[in-house]
């Protein structure tokens, strides 16, 4: 089946940890993004990926890393440096090409602070 | 700059009655606009998208849209609502086909028997 996975579903960091999401997808899209969800806000988007080796910072960047070696897969890095960081993460991707192509997400990691 | 409002956080409706959840967007370009369905501590699904081909889009569950370019509007009906349809709900819209996705921040449907 093709789709987007991404893992693990639940994670717990302590304070001043880093800590890194994955997400995987087959089905060839050149664009990858990582979303942050939390109640009442929507989504707002860390940040996104057109091309393999090149990413850009989308409106929440700060606390956070990607990495975009490999077209299927786009990890995202929870640093220390991200002061508020338990919240809803989606992974989510889609073709570059052609009008009106919607975005495929996974199923979310739940980030907890303990 | 794109923008999408949606006009109410929380709708209730019983069981059978209509859905209606609004949606403004503001966009200097022609926009692509999709509605997305989430239960809760799930992914995000496509309901239903717009293109620029037919104005009144059918999504599935029984879901549809209509695009009103006058009145920049994209709002998202059901003519009976089950039990199943309590989720949340986000409207979405893109600039072209590479455009960044700007979110609504969503509507929470709840469904009464």
């Known amino acids: 089946d093709g789709g987007i996975t991404q893992s693990p579903k639940y994670l717990f960091r302590k304070e001043g940890q880093n800590v890194t999401l994955s997400c995987e997808q087959n089905?060839?899209?050149?664009?990858m993004y990582w979303y942050r969800q939390d109640p009442g806000q929507g989504l707002r988007l860390i940040y996104y990926?057109?091309?393999?080796?090149?990413?850009q910072k989308g409106d929440i960047a700060e606390g956070y890393s990607v990495s975009r070696e490999k077209k299927e897969s786009f990890p995202l890095t929870v640093t220390s440096a991200q002061k508020n960081p338990t919240a809803f993460y989606l992974c989510?991707?889609?073709?570059?090409?052609?009008?009106?192509?919607?975005?495929?997400f996974g199923q979310g990691t739940r980030l907890t602070v303990v | 700059a794109q923008s999408v409002t949606q006009l109410d956080s929380h709708v209730s409706v019983s069981e059978g009655t209509p859905v209606l959840l609004r949606c403004n967007y503001s966009s200097s370009y022609s926009p692509s606009l999709f509605w997305y369905v989430q239960h809760p501590n799930k992914g995000l699904q496509l309901l239903l998208k717009y293109t620029s081909a037919a104005t009144l889009v059918k999504g599935i569950n029984g879901f549809e849209a209509e695009f009103k370019k006058s009145e920049t509007s994209f709002h998202l009906t059901k003519p009976s609502a089950h039990m199943s349809d309590a989720a949340e709900y986000f409207c979405?819209?893109?600039?072209?086909?590479?455009?960044?996705?700007?979110f609504g921040k969503g509507t929470k449907l709840s469904v009464k028997p």
């Open positions: 089905l060839n899209h050149d664009a």
């Open positions: 989510a991707s889609s073709p570059t090409q052609g009008m009106g192509t919607e975005a495929f």
């Open positions: 990926s057109q091309i393999v080796n090149d990413f």
């Open positions: 979405v819209v893109r600039r072209g086909s590479q455009g960044n996705l700007i």
